[in-house]
């Protein structure tokens, strides 16, 4: 998918931001939204790997992780990250429940026992 053209010049602002302040943790965040939002999902993949190991413990980091590895069809992987992020105090699981990024999550075994380990229906 194209980049939308009113994101392009942002994209490229941060893409430039992140190559002077790689270890930004701020730039490389938005710019993993923006590459996910544009359809860049490799990209965004990269960012969110990223972004783990510049704050392995960070739960938001883990948490768009897994929505990345979902979005690549890896849902194994994703819901390992998503144990993870709530290992480290994610907590949001109605938006998880509900975040279009992880949809094809919603009838996966892993993904059906981590609701139920959470005690989610």
Not at 11 to 34: G, K
Not at 66 to 83: H, I, Q, T
Not at 90 to 113: I, N, R, S, T
Request: glycine share 4%; proline share 6%.
């Amino acid at each position: 998918m194209a980049s939308r053209p009113d994101l392009q010049f942002e994209l490229s602002f941060f893409e430039s931001l992140h190559r002077r302040m790689p270890r930004d943790i701020r730039v490389a965040s938005v710019l993993a939204n923006m590459y996910t939002q544009t359809g860049q999902i490799d990209a965004g993949l990269k960012m969110d790997r990223k972004l783990v190991r510049l704050d392995p413990k960070d739960p938001t980091a883990h948490y768009n992780l897994a929505c990345s590895l979902c979005l690549k069809g890896r849902p194994s992987d994703a819901v390992e990250e998503l144990r993870t992020a709530i290992s480290l105090g994610y907590e949001d699981f109605h938006w998880m429940q509900h975040d279009p990024d992880l949809h094809d999550l919603a009838d996966y075994p892993g993904f059906v026992k981590l609701r139920s380990d959470l005690g989610l229906s």
